[in-house]
């Protein structure tokens, strides 16, 4: 378990002074302090004040600073209302902004625009759309810079770093921390330094790291109790509890880890009651559910997941509900409720599709769970009959002993007719059932040969050893399909220049329909290839616009969006430089005992929200003993170890490290056992592609 990242606004009206409302409405920059004595009164004459500004001055700057000022009041407690301010805002400056050229105004409605983009990207991020996210905190920043804005540009890069930590991307989300940390110094802000500290936190503790994360949360957690700042301790103690939680999980668990989780999520439960803040007492009540589960307690694990529940669907939060989903489903499969065990997971599974899509797990875990509880209710059936012959032996027996002599004779010659004639039935149902599953077994050979067939074709699309040979020499592949055939797939080519172009991909879905989708790829890249394309960014170009041409007339209203992830390693003649492109895929290179990542661009190679940018192409230098690594998500996406999670790509690289210095075949072999270890009795949940060489 982990706890999310929270990103939060900055834009919040002083509460100082309330006659002096309807001056602060003018000036969007001003921030809230945590709600006091008299908090209700306080908001109900701001939101009263503002609405009252929105219908006096319609369709002006006033206007679109109130909108946005009423968003960071609604951001707790009604989060969809946000959209819809934020928008009206930004409506409002788009007219605005012809024909203004004072500077004032300009730097106002630049201010009003960047803060709305922010609360959009807020937005965004709870409902689990990452891409329109990032693009709306983006926006912000760029605005913020343009007006040197530095206490909102502190801002946007503290909820950008988040936004990365989320995603795992730890390089890029440190970055953006750094900046953030440097202009909160430069300003003296002591809350918004406790936010990053805060968010620098939960960042080390995704990455198993719970000594340092401890020491910056509880760094926040004096700065927000100094300052006195409710919101701010609460959300502390909201990931002070997960620390705590998950160091019992991970080391020898002890009482005291326990009773400091729970104290703390308790008192971040009342904190957030108190300031009425339902996102945060939704995912606040789903740990202390979690915890109670973990504990065993079954009952307190359901009455805090019906109450985080309730409060995520009544404010439409897609991760949180997704999070309960799976605890109720470890609830009702503890109780043997397994019918709504079923229903639990289904939802939890679509929901994950849905925000991180990955199609690989859903299939697998749906159709095991149909299965044990079929198996289940059969048993239960089985029992119920029994129960019933054993019944109506014994009244027939009561009946036998009542009769006359006479009644017994009639009653063995009927019994003697019953049971020839089911004798009859029972042999001519013997012989269909026969027939059936000779057709059944014939029917299943045929479509094994068949994919048996296809798999045959598949293979001779990718590299041959012998290409692969001349042109890395010392190297080692794992490819281990899902199923028969693989969505994954590895091509290569010599150039005529002496250059070697290495091809390792994942293309959307796996088994069949992955295959198919694989050679329609490779026949895109042997394309782009024709075209005459000398790098390996055009090369993914070039790549991209086949796929999405040969798609878009599949019969959808927006065309196809499938294509794949990958990687495409150019080498030059003399194999001493190496040019990169990725799509979504990271490429390793071990050197001197240190492990070098590059990243790729985070797009796929088909039609998608941003396949109007170009990709990108990075030009390495390499040196005699370099070991590279190109691989597909299907090895750290496997489920499996004691706890049934992920094996994670800290725990590859680590295993990368160790291994770099073997020779190939070694490497092969500790990869492969690696793999299975870690999967044990779970079934494999992707297609795995993992190729390695060393430069002589």
């Known amino acids: 378990m982990k706890n999310a990242l929270r990103i939060t606004f900055n834009f919040r009206i002083q509460l100082g002074i309330v006659f002096a409302v309807f001056f602060s409405v003018f000036f969007v920059n001003s921030s809230f302090s945590a709600k006091g004595v008299s908090e209700e009164v306080t908001d109900k004459v701001i939101i009263d004040s503002l609405n009252k500004v929105i219908a006096e001055h319609p369709n002006t700057l006033e206007a679109a600073s109130a909108f946005v000022t009423l968003s960071d009041l609604y951001y707790h407690s009604r989060i969809d209302t946000v959209m819809f301010l934020c928008e009206k805002a930004i409506g409002i400056t788009n007219e605005f902004s012809t024909g203004n050229s004072n500077s004032n105004s300009t730097t106002k409605l630049t201010r009003i625009r960047a803060q709305a983009f922010n609360n959009i990207g807020y937005v965004y991020d709870n409902h689990g759309q990452r891409a329109k996210a990032i693009e709306s905190y983006t926006n912000a920043l760029k605005l913020r810079e343009k007006i040197e804005d530095k206490k909102g540009m502190a801002e946007s890069l503290s909820n950008i770093g988040a936004f990365y930590s989320n995603n ?71 990931s002070l509890g997960s620390v705590y939680f998950n160091r019992s999980d991970t080391t020898n668990p002890t009482q005291a880890d326990f009773t400091n989780a729970k104290s703390y999520y308790l008192r971040s439960l009342q904190l957030f009651e108190k300031l009425d803040d339902k996102v945060n007492q939704a995912q606040a009540l789903w740990s202390l559910g979690y915890m109670a589960y973990y504990q065993g307690s079954i009952a307190d694990a359901k009455k805090y997941a019906q109450q985080s529940m309730q409060l995520a669907k009544a404010n439409q939060l897609p991760l949180i509900i997704m999070n309960d989903a799976r605890l109720f489903y470890l609830i009702y499969d503890e109780e043997k409720k397994y019918d709504q065990a079923l229903q639990q997971h289904v939802l939890y599974t679509t929901l994950h599709d849905s925000i991180y899509n990955e199609e690989s797990t859903r299939k697998a875990i749906q159709t095991s769970m149909n299965y044990e509880f079929e198996r289940k209710q059969e048993a239960l059936q089985l029992d119920e009959d029994k129960r019933e012959a054993l019944q109506e032996a014994e009244n027939r027996k009561q009946r036998i002993i009542l009769a006359s002599i006479s009644i017994v004779l009639l009653l063995v010659l009927v019994l003697v007719a019953v049971v020839y004639r089911n004798l009859k039935l029972n042999q001519r149902n013997t012989k269909i059932i026969t027939q059936q599953k000779a057709l059944v077994e014939q029917k299943h050979r045929e479509i094994n040969d068949s994919i048996y067939y296809a798999e045959r074709i598949q293979r001779s699309f990718l590299a041959s050893h012998e290409l692969l040979k001349q042109g890395l020499q ?56 024709e075209r005459g394309v000398s790098t390996a960014d055009e090369l993914l170009n070039q790549t991209r616009t086949a796929i999405i041409e040969r798609l878009k007339k599949d019969g959808s209203a927006e065309g196809g969006r499938d294509g794949m992830d990958g990687s495409v390693l150019w080498l030059s003649p003399d194999k001493h430089t190496l040019s990169y492109a990725g799509a979504n895929s990271p490429l390793w290179i071990v050197r001197s005992g240190k492990l070098l990542e590059f990243s790729p661009d985070k797009m796929p190679v088909g039609k998608h929200d941003k396949d109007q940018l170009p990709f990108t192409s990075q030009s390495i230098p390499l040196q005699n003993g370099d070991t590279i690594y190109t691989f597909t998500d299907g090895f750290p996406d496997q489920f499996g170890g004691p706890q049934g999670k992920k094996y994670m790509y800290k725990r590859l690289k680590a295993l990368v490290l160790e291994v770099a210095g073997r020779p190939m075949s070694e490497q092969n072999q500790r990869f492969n056992q690696a793999f299975d270890d870690w999967k044990g009795n779970h079934d494999q949940v992707d297609d795995v592609t993992l190729i390695g060489f060393r430069l002589l």
């Open 168 to 238: 795992h991307n730890i390089p890029q989300a440190l970055q953006f921390y750094q900046r953030c940390l440097l202009l909160r110094a430069e300003l003296g802000d002591k809350k918004g330094l406790a936010k990053v500290y805060n968010n620098l936190g939960t960042l080390f503790e995704n990455e198993g790291d719970h000594k340092t994360s401890l020491e910056h949360f509880l760094r926040s957690l004096k700065i927000y109790e100094a300052l006195g700042d409710e919101y701010g301790i609460s959300d502390v103690c909201l």
């Open 474 to 529: 010392d190297y080692f592949i794992l490819f281990r399909p899902q199923a028969i055939v693989s969505g994954d797939f590895y091509w290569a080519t010599n150039l005529s220049d002496g250059g070697f172009i290495l091809v390792t991909a994942d293309s959307t879905g796996h088994g069949v329909p992955g295959a198919i989708m694989s050679l329609l790829n490779i026949s895109s890249i042997e394309k782009a290839l």
